[in-house]
């Protein structure tokens, strides 16, 4: 059994373009301005960061079940910029 041929369209050239073929046009100018500003309540551009007390450290270890949610409280914000602590 034998399929048919299929019918030659025939090959159609690409479109010729009608301008300077190495000319290629430049793209727009981009302006990218950055502005960060941080959650410090003092600086405003510094980010506050979470660090444990030494008094946290002790109750954990010490009061071991209960030290640990004294771990979770006792934890102090310091400002990675200006070093406010909250």
Known sequence: MSYPSQPNYGYCPPPQYEGNPGYCPP???????????????????????????CLGILCAIFLFPIGLICLLILQEQRCSLCGYTV
């Open 27 to 53: 793209p727009p100018p981009t302006i990218i301005t950055y502005h960060t500003v941080g959650n410090c309540p003092s600086c405003h551009q510094g980010f506050l960061t979470s660090q444990v007390s």
